[in-house]
């Protein structure tokens, strides 16, 4: 099969989703054009931030995307890419886009309130608060994944025995990034001081230049240290993005990142126009492979690229609270997740571009794709070395706005899960008011984070999956709640919720096993596996719980019994 036929399906496929589908739920749910959002009637100027519509879909997308879409699918290729296309689109339109929509639309109507506060809400404190220990989980595991292949990929010339041009790109990679934290700063204080003699186009320009300045001078001055120093120092910037303003940092990074996702993405489908591979890959290598059966592994796999429970709390916990208008939210809770999917098939195409005898190459998901892409851009004209660090920045990008994202809602999740009736420090006990201090949460999750890091991203990739997808079933679950007692249609939320609970529960007794078979077999050791084995049975623990909890909220609930 032609790569670009494949690329052409997809975007048929998931523009036509979007027209008809997305568009279906927000008339059944219902959109309120006049009504003031959250963002204005509790407007703080910290979370709470009116924002323009693509201000909020770029970071939306640039949380949300992240390495998912990359890593997943180029793993998940092993089992060949017809299994994954169809996922890619059936989990993208019908699973992972209506919880993300689901979640935002949820929090916007409940005051731009997290997903663990709309679940005391509609399933009770206890509720609350195991559903915010299980997204504290979470977050460590997606900490340690993106840290682990964000620092890896930043290990330049001259270091730990690397010396060739993917080395050279890498280190380069690493020098944008750390000027796009400082140019980020910057950008934040324009916006909020000159923001409203800036429209959109003149915004747009500036954030381009930016990033052609910040490309320019990292390439000239390459940053080059050990994989050890840029675990520290990623871990640095998390504690940042977790404590600073939204409008200082997060917000106008991920806006001038979307542009350069979307230049990463227009490339690559410009290059596989122009290149137009073969698949190299098989198109069903089996239901076993490697030791691995499909179901439930394809699925938790792929992750994000499909159905990620992540979103949610993007979608309830930063997107809610910025949004301007309702009328808005289709195009950033639904289309930010279709175009997810379609950069999911996008890196299929790439790594079935440049498979060996049928499976992908070796090397980690990032270089396959960076190197694959750059490949095309060559026939371009582009020259390598530039189209190689302009990839390995794209996919670095990647991780790190999913890592700032995760990293806030980790501190958040960990300071509500000790807050009481009241958020106010004075109505606390000294004990709480250090556990909700936002730099006490923020350092705590971060040290755990890092103990799971020691483990890399491959040990901890399934257990992240599985614990992704489980939180998607559990937000799904509440969001039938949500729907039930306003009035509104829940039935296109329960194959979904049905076949995540299936799939998770299956991925995390088969990780347990393994782990549990390791230790079993002398080869395991407390730090890596004896933490991810504990986080495991937790989660399992947790899952079954706040689910039957939920589900007996929503038997006991009442129909339209909420007007809101």
Same mark, same amino acid.
Request: with cysteine.
């Given at each position: 099969m032609n790569g670009l036929v494949i690329v052409l399906i997809g975007i048929v496929a998931l523009g036509a989703g979007y027209l008809f589908y997305g568009r279906w739920l927000a008339k059944k749910w219902g959109i309120d054009p006049n009504a003031k959002t959250p963002a204005y009637t509790h407007e703080d100027g910290e979370d709470y931030v009116p924002s323009s519509k693509f201000t909020v879909f770029s970071h939306q997308f640039s949380s949300i995307a992240g390495a998912g879409p990359v890593t997943g699918p180029i793993l998940a290729s092993v089992f060949g890419w017809v299994p994954v296309l169809l996922w890619l689109i059936i989990g993208g339109l019908f699973f992972g886009a209506v919880q993300d929509f689901g979640a935002l639309y949820a929090s916007v109507k409940n005051e731009g309130k997290s997903m663990g506060m709309i679940i005391e809400k509609y399933i009770g404190k206890t509720g609350r608060k195991l559903f915010m220990l299980f997204c504290w989980l979470f977050t460590l595991l997606v900490i340690a994944a993106f840290t682990d292949m964000v620092a890896g990929t930043f290990v330049g010339t001259g270091v730990e025995g690397m010396t060739d041009a993917t080395s050279y790109a890498n280190s380069a990679a690493a020098s944008i990034s750390m000027?796009?934290? *400082?140019?980020a700063v910057i950008f934040g204080v324009i916006q909020k001081h000159l923001g409203s003699r800036m429209n959109e186009v003149i915004k747009a320009i500036v954030a381009i230049v930016l990033l052609v300045v910040m490309f320019i001078i990292g390439m000239k001055f390459p940053i080059c240290t050990t994989k050890t120093a840029w675990i520290y120092i990623v871990m640095?910037?998390?504690f940042l993005a977790s404590v600073m303003p939204m409008w200082l940092l997060m917000q106008?990074?991920?806006?001038m990142?979307?542009?350069m996702l979307l230049g990463m993405i227009i490339g690559a489908v410009v290059g596989v126009i122009v290149a137009h591979p073969s698949m190299q890959l098989n198109a069903f290598s089996g239901f076993n492979v490697g030791g691995s059966s499909l179901f439930p592994t394809l699925f938790v796999t792929i992750a994000c690229g499909a159905v990620s429970g992540f979103h949610?709390? *993007?979608s309830s916990g930063t997107s809610s609270k910025t949004i301007s208008s309702e009328k808005d939210m289709p195009m950033v809770g639904y289309g930010a997740m279709v175009v997810e999917s379609l950069l999911g098939i996008v890196s299929l195409v790439v790594v079935g571009a440049v498979a060996v005898n049928g499976t992908k190459p070796d090397g980690t998901p990032f270089s396959i794709f960076s190197s694959g892409v750059a490949g095309f851009l060559e026939k371009l004209g582009v020259p390598v070395t530039?189209?190689?660090?302009?990839?390995?920045?794209?996919v670095s990008a990647l991780a790190l706005t999913s890592l700032d994202s995760?990293?806030?809602?980790?501190r958040m999740s960990f300071q509500e899960l000790f807050y009481g009736d009241s958020t106010d420090p004075a109505d606390m006990t000294p004990v709480q008011r250090v556990l909700t201090n936002k730099y006490f949460a923020t350092v705590i999750t971060l040290f755990f984070g890092y103990l799971l890091t020691l483990g890399g991203y491959s040990n901890v990739w399934p257990l992240f999956g599985s614990a992704n997808q489980l939180l998607s079933a559990l937000v799904l679950v509440t969001l039938c709640v949500f729907l039930k007692v306003t009035g509104r249609s829940n039935k296109m939320l329960f194959p979904p919720l049905i076949i995540m609970l299936c799939v998770t529960g299956t991925a995390l007794v088969e990780r347990t096993i393994s782990l549990v078979q390791a230790f079993s077999a002398g080869t395991a050791t407390f730090l890596v596996e004896g933490l991810q084995l504990i986080i495991a049975v937790l989660l399992m623990i947790l899952g079954v719980i706040i689910v039957v909890n939920s589900l007996r909220a929503y038997f006991a609930s009442k129909k339209n019994s909420e007007t809101i």
């Open positions: 000027l796009f934290i *400082v140019v640095a910037y998390l106008p990074r991920d806006y990142t979307t542009f949610s709390l *993007v530039v189209a190689t660090v302009f990839m390995t920045m794209c995760v990293a806030r809602i980790g």
